[in-house]
């Protein structure tokens, strides 16, 4: 653990730790290894702990009587069985009305029920001290006892503090302090609400862990049993070893939470005998599926939460320059059209399959979405998926918050379809999802009579929407003039005037990508498109299907220019969309004199796709026509490579948007290009870049040896099209190039790296997450 010797000042003149068991001992350790207090006293029951806790140096004094130690003590930490909290807050009365003890000293606990502490603290003082803050950190062992402390403990915990409206600020705000000092994460959170939580995720765990060996052991055969007990009897039941005296206090202090939770519990078991009873197994797959899905999703929350803390967990690539790629490849499924897949496949009657759906985190976001509302999908398996669809009128609330990764299709969609349902739902996201905006679909969703928050900073994230059970009538269709060509909001307010009274419009002042139009005529939904106005009328239904998911053009577009700017090198992408309003990366390359060419065109599930063929290019610098920025919207992180290794100028306007995507697109490109040497200038809504290309004499003498970037260390501000596109530039690099933060490559292209490789790039993967 860091020490914060250096840093910390001494925040405490005593402290006085109440209970010498794991928890107790192990912080005194971490407040004396940290130097947080001047003193440090301890009272303990049991003797020997203490007289060994001040051999060892641990403690200045120690009893067995509270009175004996704690004068002068400004903070009491109370670590002893939930039931016997109660008594030492009578002895701490005592010594405040003696005058050993200030009435503002801060007091805390460590106990795993809450409000049952506050009970017994109000039970015994008048008026609660101002200085009391209930606090629970979330950590612990199955050895129990002094021997068993460790000073670090609660790095890298979280701690739950009660902020009750007795207590004082500066106390919360000193209590903090000591936690974050000894490595913690300190929340706040209500007391009945932190009960009702632990009882579900600790408690009742600890009870079926604690019950299953009771069963076993019953047993006449009991020996044979755990003799031969395997793998999932050892994990499930290794909590069933901790300290058979603290679980007995905490099941009667949190009785009301654990019943509840265990009725809850039973109700659950008897679905599943059912489901074996009746052999129904359709439904016990769903189930099962659907735990398994839920289970890696909450491994995935838990370990997206460094994305807060980019020290504690990044991949990286090392990449050697190398010069030329060729080779046939498909690139994974569209991540637009997988979304909507899911979407759509959910709210169908019937069953819908989809083959190539993209495996990548922001679809999988959506996948457990829908899942964590009720819908049952077997896989994917190598990019399929059944969907069995609930119909318009099947979803079911989710139990907890949905959270959407990275992913800004999947929540800007989803808003729209929950809007509309009659239960209440909350959406959120990782830092980087949570930082963008979603005023720009909660505004419109408004018009139509939605209540919906954006309860971030700055109309960002989370957002809490309310069913229209509770608001009492369904959403009324409106004619809204969308200020940017986006396709998530225009497929938002599609989505939600399904259910709206009357039509829907959307007229957008530019094309933007069509997947939601088409999918959902594929659907059997009619659509009305004139122009730019698109209209729906709510009240229809959707029939499921067959879904093929083509090649997604914007992860081909990173081999489109990595073809086009290296020597002698020819790619073929196959079965790549080419729906129109997806192929300005093919116009723009076009324009700046890249060889494409398009083969075996053909319609897949009502898109079009084609074979792309693409060679060695002299690229010429060019003004990028503004009407084609929505249409590449997603590939002008990469473009800016191949711009600069063109011919010439060339600028880009128009393309504001880039700023408030996964990161600022415009800034973060502009710093990893001077980085490798290019000279760019960032504008208001756009770039000029200073191609570093030079002229061949037509297609035959490309001369695309020379580098045009150094090599450097690049960070992706964790953006997944960042860290490809810099990779794509090591192909006209002189040195290596380390970019920081891909991870996020699977949010959308899972398998990049290795795929890069077989067609001749050079990228070594460093994943350091912990
Ligand atoms: C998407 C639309 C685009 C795009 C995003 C996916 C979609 O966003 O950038 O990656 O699937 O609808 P905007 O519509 O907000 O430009």
Redesign the pocket.
């Known amino acids: 653990m860091q020490s914060s010797f250096d840093k910390t000042p001494l925040l405490f003149k005593q402290v006085c730790v109440i209970g010498l068991g794991l928890i107790g001992a192990s912080l005194a350790q971490a407040i004396k290894d940290n130097h947080l207090s001047e003193r440090l006293v301890a009272v303990d029951r049991h003797l020997p702990s203490v007289d060994e806790a001040i051999k060892h140096g641990l403690l200045d004094a120690g009893s067995t009587r509270l009175t004996d130690v704690v004068a002068g003590s400004d903070l009491l930490i109370i670590a002893v069985p939930v039931q016997a909290v109660q008594a030492v807050f009578t002895d701490i009365k005592a010594a405040m009305d003696n005058g050993q003890l200030a009435t503002d000293c801060i007091i805390t606990d460590v106990c795993s029920t809450k409000v049952n502490i506050i009970e017994a603290a109000k039970s015994v003082f008048a008026a609660l001290p101002t200085g009391f803050v209930p606090a629970h950190p979330i950590a612990g062992a199955e050895n129990s006892g002094y021997h068993a402390r460790r000073a670090n403990l609660f790095v890298n915990h979280s701690v739950i503090i009660c902020e009750l409206t007795t207590t004082s600020s500066s106390a919360i705000a000193k209590l903090q302090q000591l936690w974050e000092a000894v490595g913690a994460t300190v929340m706040p959170m209500a007391a009945d609400h932190h009960d009702a939580i632990l009882a579900h995720t600790s408690h009742l765990p600890h009870l079926l862990a604690f019950n299953l060996v009771e069963q076993l052991a019953s047993h006449d055969d009991n020996l044979d049993m755990f003799r031969y007990a395997a793998g999932g009897f050892r994990d499930f039941t290794r909590i069933a070893a901790s300290d058979p005296k603290m679980w007995h206090d905490i099941f009667f202090a949190n009785e009301r939470a654990i019943i509840s939770a265990l009725d809850e519990y039973g109700v659950y078991l008897q679905t599943m005998r059912q489901l074996i009873i009746d052999k129904d197994s359709t439904a016990l797959m769903g189930l099962l599926g659907r735990a398994q899905a839920a289970r890696r999703h909450f491994g995935h929350m838990l370990a997206s939460t460094p994305y807060t803390d980019t020290s504690a967990m990044s991949a990286s690539y090392n990449i050697t320059p190398s010069n030329t790629v060729s080779g046939t490849i498909t690139v994974p499924g569209d991540?637009?059209i997988s979304?909507?897949s899911i979407m759509l496949g959910s709210l169908a009657t019937g069953v819908t399959n989809v083959t190539g759906f993209l495996e990548g985190e922001d679809a999988l976001a959506t996948l457990q979405a829908f899942r964590d509302m009720g819908v049952s999908i077997e896989g994917p398996d190598k990019g399929r998926l059944t969907i069995h669809g609930v119909g318009m009128h099947g979803l079911k609330p989710s139990k907890t918050p949905l959270y959407m990764g990275n992913s800004?299709?999947s929540m800007?969609?989803l808003a729209g379809i929950l809007a509309a349902q009659s239960f209440d739902s909350v959406l959120t996201g990782d830092t980087s999802l949570n930082k963008r905006p979603m005023e720009?679909v909660a505004a419109p969703l408004r018009d139509m009579g939605a209540v919906i928050q954006s309860t971030g900073h700055d109309g960002t994230a989370p957002l809490s929407i309310t069913g229209r059970d509770t608001v009492g009538q369904p959403l009324q269709g409106v004619e809204y003039d969308m200020p940017?060509?986006?396709?998530?909001?225009?497929?938002c307010l599609l989505l939600a005037g399904l259910w709206a009274n009357g039509t829907t419009t959307v007229i957008q002042p530019e094309v933007?990508?069509d997947?939601?139009e088409r999918m959902l005529s594929a659907f059997g939904y009619p659509v009305t498109v004139d122009g730019n106005r698109i209209s729906i009328e709510g009240g229809g239904t959707l029939t499921g299907g067959d879904i093929a998911v083509p090649a997604d053009i914007?992860s081909a577009a990173f081999f489109m220019v990595a073809a086009a700017i290296s020597q002698g090198s020819e790619l073929t992408l196959t079965q790549v969309g080419i729906n129109p309003t997806r192929t300005g990366i093919i116009d723009i390359l076009k324009l700046m004199n890249a060889d494409i060419s398009l083969n075996n065109e053909t319609h897949v599930g009502g898109e079009p796709v084609a074979d792309i063929t693409i060679r060695s290019s002299n690229l010429q610098g060019i003004d990028i026509p503004e009407y084609l920025v929505?249409l590449a919207?997603?590939e002008f992180p990469v473009l800016f490579i191949a711009a600069s290794c063109a011919q010439g100028r060339t600028v880009l306007t128009g393309a504001k948007?880039l700023r408030v995507?996964e990161s600022d697109r415009i800034a973060v490109m502009a710093d990893g290009l001077q980085t490798l040497g290019i000279d760019c200038t960032v504008t208001e809504d756009g770039l000029i870049i200073e191609g570093k290309g030079s002229a061949g004499v037509g297609q035959s003498e490309v001369k695309n040896s020379q580098s045009v970037f150094g090599g450097g260390h690049i960070t992706s501000h964790h953006d997944h099209r960042i860290a490809m596109s810099f990779a794509v530039a090591s192909l006209r690099a002189s040195k290596l190039i380390t970019i920081e933060g891909v991870e996020t490559v699977n949010t959308s292209f899972p398998g990049f790296a290795e795929l890069a490789n077989q067609v001749g790039m050079s990228i070594e993967v460093h994943d350091s997450r912990v």
């Open positions: 991540k637009s979304h909507r800004g299709t800007r969609l720009r940017v060509a986006s396709a998530q909001v225009k497929s933007s990508r997947h939601t914007s929505p919207i997603d948007e995507k």
